[in-house]
């Protein structure tokens, strides 16, 4: 390989020095920039529920989020103030609720959870934008409140 312009040589007409490894170089293809994926495409979700699955043992998943707060409420997830909550029910929202499946897992994963006929039903916003921005349009409505 002389030199020209883009390397090895410095466009002097040097010969490349010899690779190492006794190889050629070698021109990109598209396989070099692809990322194989198995099961981890479908993963995603789940790392919702199961955060160890990626290394973060010890972190509870979406479920375990929602019962520590309603044990936060005035007389725990047993309580007058959670049992309201649950009657009223919770809404998820955000990019995560987007996804296939999550509203009944975490309607399943309260059932399994909690008193029978305590768990609260779960529903995900209509609109589209409510979806993604619903987190902080409850901020809002929570802080005008207070």
């Known amino acids: 390989f002389m030199g020209g312009g883009g390397g090895g ?5 040097v010969a490349s020095p010899p690779d190492p490894l006794g190889e050629p170089p070698m021109m990109p293809r598209a396989e070099h920039y692809q990322v194989p994926l198995l099961t981890e495409r479908y993963s995603v979700g789940e790392l ?4 160890s699955i990626c290394g973060e043992h010890g ?8 019962l520590s707060s309603l044990r936060r ?3 725990g997830a047993n309580g007058p103030a959670a049992t309201r ?3 009223g029910g919770l809404i998820i929202s955000g990019g995560s609720s987007l ?3 999550v509203r009944d897992r975490v309607q399943a994963e309260m059932v399994a959870r909690m008193e029978p006929g305590r768990a609260p039903s779960v529903s995900t916003p209509v609109d589209y934008s409510d979806s993604l921005h619903g987190a902080w349009r409850g ?3 929570v802080h005008a409140r207070v």
Do not use: E, M, W, Y
Not at 48 to 51: A, K, N, S
Not at 59 to 66: C, K, M, N, T, Y
């Open 99 to 101: 996804l296939p499946g």
């Open 85 to 87: 909550v649950c009657k």
């Open 73 to 75: 409420l005035p007389g």
């Open 139 to 141: 901020h809002g409505i």
């Open 59 to 66: 972190s509870g998943g979406l479920q375990d989020a929602i």
């Open 48 to 51: 919702l529920f199961t955060p």
């Open 9 to 13: 040589g410095g466009g002097n007409g």
